[in-house]
């Protein structure tokens, strides 16, 4: 079965970095498109981050562009969220996720948390 397993997050303080990843089993990881969400205290989820299948291409929101790189390693199963110059607005939990077969598969999330 599909499953996805989010790892990378952390406390860090305003202007810092950190590297999310996801490993992904359960299906053929290369030929799906994958991305990035969050949901910060209160809020809805939203979207920060999609890369396309094979090699990908990327997108992002307005929010991150210029700060998050979402990356993929097709050999390792795994998706990357490189964050740098962290902000306080982007906390919250982080969850990768895959359609397949017109059905949304989610991780179970990473805590991002950027405080001084």
């Known amino acids: 079965q599909v499953q996805l397993v989010e790892s990378g997050g952390d406390l860090v303080q305003p202007g810092g970095s950190l590297r999310l990843s996801c490993a992904a089993s359960?299906?053929?990881?290369?030929?799906?498109?994958m991305s990035w969400h969050r949901r910060a205290p209160g809020k809805e989820r939203e979207l920060v981050a999609s890369?396309?299948?094979?090699?990908?291409?990327?997108n992002y929101a307005d929010s991150v562009k210029g700060r998050f790189t979402i990356s993929r390693d097709n050999a390792k199963n795994t998706m990357y969220l490189q964050m740098n110059s962290l902000k306080p607005e982007d906390t919250g939990v982080y969850y990768c996720n895959v359609i397949r077969n017109d059905r949304q598969y989610w991780g179970q999330g990473t805590q991002v948390t950027v405080s001084s």
């Open positions: 890369i396309t299948r094979g090699v990908g291409s990327a």
């Open positions: 359960g299906f053929t990881f290369s030929n799906y498109a």
